[in-house]
């Protein structure tokens, strides 16, 4: 374990997390060019996190990190992939599953490893649940993340074209399982 690392626990997220979750989404749920937070989006993830579907139909299983005080610094989501993801990796919905919402208090990310800890929590998840591949996308306002997923993943597998809105391409990556 690097010396600067974080000692975290990774668990399910309970309803009670989501008030020290809120300033972590609004340090990253922000538009890209004025820096704006996307309050519409932070409000959509916080009901995601309750259990409501997204736009796909799906519930997004939520994983969140804490340090040694239990104090949340970050979290992770995890669903079957939608219809575009599964089409780009010409793969089915029961064979893969799709990172979600991947967010580390700035505070504690790049370098800590607690986006780590989360990510490989979301593959032992996905296994568990038989999926083979953990896919991942992501979009033009995070491309400062790509160099994380370049890390984590086995392999990055190019672009889907306007994926968040014209000219908002999605990069995208895969992770075997077993
Ligand atoms: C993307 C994110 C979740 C990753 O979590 P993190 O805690 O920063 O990641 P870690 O510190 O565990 O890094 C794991 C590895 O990736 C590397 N890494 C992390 N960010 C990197 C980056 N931007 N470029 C290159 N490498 C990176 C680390 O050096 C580490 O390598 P190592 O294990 O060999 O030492 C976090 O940086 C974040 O919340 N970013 C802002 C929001 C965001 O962009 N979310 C993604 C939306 S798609």
């Not at 599953?97 to 504690?108: G, K, Q």
């Not at 992501?138 to 392999?155: H, T």
């Not at 306007?162 to 000219?167: M, Q, V």
Request: some cysteine; hydrophobic content about 35%.
């Amino acid at each position: 374990m690097p010396l600067n690392s974080l000692a975290v626990t990774v668990r399910t997220l309970v309803d009670g997390d989501i008030p020290a979750l809120e300033p972590i989404l609004r340090q990253h749920v922000r538009d890209r060019y004025t820096g704006e937070i996307v309050e519409s989006e932070v409000q959509l993830i916080k009901d995601y996190m309750r259990r409501a579907p997204d736009n796909a139909g799906r519930i997004r299983h939520y994983l969140v990190a804490c340090d040694d005080t239990g104090q949340v610094v970050g979290c992770m989501a995890v669903s079957h992939p939608d219809v575009e993801m599964t089409n780009h990796f010409a793969t089915n919905a029961g064979e893969s599953v799709e990172l979600l919402n991947a967010f580390v208090s700035e505070e504690h990310f790049r370098g800590k490893g607690v986006g780590r800890a989360l990510f490989e929590a979301v593959c032992a998840y996905g296994k568990d649940c038989g999926a083979r591949y953990l896919l991942v996308n992501s979009g033009p306002r995070y491309p400062e993340s790509w160099g994380f997923y370049d890390r984590v993943c086995d392999s990055e597998h190019g672009f889907i074209q306007h994926k968040y809105g014209e000219g908002r391409h999605a990069k995208t990556w895969k992770k075997k399982l077993s």
